[in-house]
């Protein structure tokens, strides 16, 4: 448990009096807006630059590619890979086309987590054959309210497959199955606590995936040797996922799936795209990384040219990128880029050239293509369950499919805390905060204003978080009537403002500073409340990004993207503010005025999630103060992973361990 100083108390007091409102005036977000653009441009180039850097031989890229592949496992939640456990196959009808069969069947590619799929086969056959898996994008087929599963939506890929001598599976994804699960969790349900568990709903698509390719190999008619993929947009990145992560699947065709990272964070394209297209960019990707990992197997990238949210320039740097690894194996015949003329739709002629390139490298024939992709059968007779199971975990699955960190006992003595303590900060620096800039920039602060009010010596101080990020501590400081004989080091607090507490303090500082403070309208009385509460303190009051000054856009849509730009970058608002709160207390502990010694840290709601993962990686915390603390990191804003190693109490208890004393208080 913690030491005995630390306090646990119901208050109702907050970081400022309740009678300093929030200003009505409405400000403008240019700045905030500029700045994170033009973060997002800089972000994105370290990364896109950092593509295949040093590979240069087979030898290099060879010698990494294992890594990178567990890599890509970790993202998709799937490291330590789940168990395979029994599919339990189940099919529960068939259909007759014309020279081929249906199959409606279900299998469980981990206990509850229900697949539907159509087989389509040959009528007739002699020896086995090649497989194809198809995945299926976001084509919702609905009968009377009843989910389909989007696998009927594409049916006439299966047909034509089965129609010319292979098998096809066919299997639904979570999304749009016949049991409707979620690929939406921040795109439209704010479920931010998806980036704290680590979770993409990518990584169960991988996984089923996974399991489909096991599910064609137990079949007679396939011949396990010839396995090919494919499948449009979401189906596109689907294909991306399992062909990077396994090697069964010997031919891919990944059409409109993949695109740059730039297109995304730089252009916009993550706005039309859901989080089912994603990894949890732990290790800061760009996307040839994943592509490069199917080589030197046969890889057809194909998009058509007018597609928005897969934009030609983007597939195009992708292709370009990948063929270098493919040049160091020799293979650059085995890398074919196929663009077509059109927008994000499934065209005949995006068809037949993926007709083509499977007949090419998994039937060593060339011939043209004849028969047409057609559908055969209305889309509700290819459902497989007449009743969902009872069983189902699929609508559930986000909960359970990524491990969260066990919550045993703390441990007790000193050297046992000082083990946890270096294991969880070493965890949380490589898996959290591994978007943090290494080596910080210098803080280089700079006096932007200075001013003596009633009392107190008052000083806007500019410092440098992150480029562009050039953030502004206000600094207030008590003038004491009689100056002491003897200089008095001074009791620093340091209050950390989230954007409710930027608003209750802003006009009191616009009153004070108003040419560094225009975003609020001043108010004297407001300042006056302020000074109260100071109390013969100094006071540092420090806004990270997106807060006051460099606030965003408030579009509440346009604001969940910018969230959603940030973890494609490897990164999370949350984490990079917390490192702004490192910044500041560096930068603080430049003034000279402030003694360069210890500080009490204060935050209050979000806040106090920065100070306190703050005070475990600055020094010189004296006291630390959480107020409104969220006591989970479900309820808690957002970082990469954090669940999956540690949870608030265990924070807490670092903590208690670097301060004098610790208090949370909750309103």
Not at 148 to 154: A, D, Q, R, V
Not at 262 to 274: F, I, L, M, R, S
Not at 484 to 506: F, I, T
């Amino acid at each position: 448990m913690y030491r005995s100083h630390v306090v646990f108390v119901l208050l109702l007091v907050l970081l400022q009096p309740q009678s300093v409102q929030a200003t009505d005036a409405v400000s403008s977000t240019e700045q905030g807006d500029r700045l994170v653009a033009e973060y997002f441009s800089s972000e994105t180039a370290k990364l896109t630059d950092g593509a295949f850097a040093g590979i240069e031989t087979l030898e290099d890229w060879t010698s990494r590619r294992d890594r990178y592949r567990r890599e890509l496992e970790e993202m998709l939640g799937l490291f330590p890979m789940p168990e395979r456990t029994e599919l339990h196959p189940v099919v529960t009808g068939t259909l007759e086309g014309e020279g081929f069969v249906v199959e409606r069947l279900h299998f469980q590619s981990s206990p509850g987590l229900y697949v539907t799929a159509n087989l389509y086969r040959p009528s007739e056959r002699s020896g086995s054959l090649p497989a194809i898996l198809y995945v299926c994008g976001h084509g919702r087929e609905q009968k009377d309210g009843v989910s389909l599963g989007n696998k009927t939506h594409y049916q006439h890929h299966g047909a034509w497959f089965a129609r010319n001598g292979y098998v096809c599976l066919m299997i639904d994804t979570i999304q749009l199955g016949e049991i409707e699960g979620l690929h939406h969790g921040t795109y439209r349900h704010n479920l931010w606590w998806w980036n704290n568990r680590g979770y993409t709903p990518a990584g169960v698509e991988a996984w089923n995936s996974i399991r489909a390719i096991d599910y064609l190999q137990s079949r007679d008619e396939v011949d396990p040797d010839r396995i090919g993929m494919t499948g449009r947009s979401g189906g596109g990145a689907y294909s991306w996922w399992a062909a990077a992560l396994d090697e069964r699947i010997k031919v891919a065709v990944p059409v409109a799936g993949i695109t740059s990272l730039k297109n995304h964070v730089v252009d916009g394209c993550v706005e039309g795209h859901c989080d089912c297209m994603f990894m949890v960019n732990t290790y800061r990707w760009d996307y040839p990384m994943v592509a490069a990992l199917v080589a030197p197997r046969p890889l057809l990238i194909s998009n058509t040219d007018k597609d928005e949210i897969f934009p030609l320039d983007g597939v195009v740097d992708v292709h370009l990128k990948v063929r270098q690894i493919y040049k160091l194996y020799g293979a650059e015949a085995n890398l074919g880029l196929q663009i077509t003329e059109g927008p994000h739709q499934d065209t005949q002629e995006l068809r037949v050239h993926a007709f083509r390139w499977f007949n090419r490298h998994l039937k060593q024939d060339e011939s043209l293509i004849e028969t047409t992709a057609i559908p055969f059968f209305e889309t509700q007779q290819l459902r497989v369950f007449e009743e969902l199971p009872a069983d189902e975990v699929v609508t559930t699955i986000q909960e359970t499919f990524v491990p969260k960190v066990l919550m045993d006992e703390l441990p007790r003595g000193k050297a046992e805390r000082q083990d946890a303590f270096a294991r969880w900060t070493g965890d949380l620096r490589e898996k959290c905060f591994r978007g943090w800039p290494e080596p910080s920039e210098p803080v280089e602060i700079q006096v932007l204003s200075e001013v003596d009010q009633d009392a107190f010596h008052l000083r806007a101080i500019d410092y440098t978080a992150q480029t562009p990020y050039r953030l502004t501590m206000y600094v207030l400081e008590s003038i004491p009537p009689d100056p002491p004989r003897v200089p008095q080091r001074p009791a620093v607090e340091v209050r950390v403002l989230d954007s409710k507490g930027w608003d209750e303090v802003a006009p009191a500082l616009a009153h004070v500073f108003p040419n560094q403070v225009v975003t609020a309208a001043p108010d004297a009385k407001a300042w006056q409340a302020l000074a109260q509460t100071m109390q013969g303190k100094s006071i540092v009051m420090i806004a990270p990004r997106g807060v006051g000054p460099t606030q965003w856009t408030r579009d509440e849509k346009e604001r969940i993207h910018i969230r959603r730009r940030f973890m494609l970058l490897g990164q999370t608002v949350a984490g990079m503010q917390i490192f702004d709160v490192c910044q500041a207390l560096r930068a603080a502990s430049q003034v000279q005025s402030l003694g360069g010694g210890q500080r009490d840290l204060v935050g209050r709601g979000e806040s106090a999630v920065w100070a306190l993962y703050a005070s475990l990686f600055v020094d010189g915390i004296r006291n630390l103060e959480l107020r409104d603390l969220p006591m989970s990191n479900r309820d808690a804003p957002d970082l990469l992973n954090v669940s999956r190693y540690v949870e608030i109490p265990q924070l807490l208890m670092m903590a208690d361990d670097r301060v004098e004393k610790l208090v949370v208080e909750q309103e």
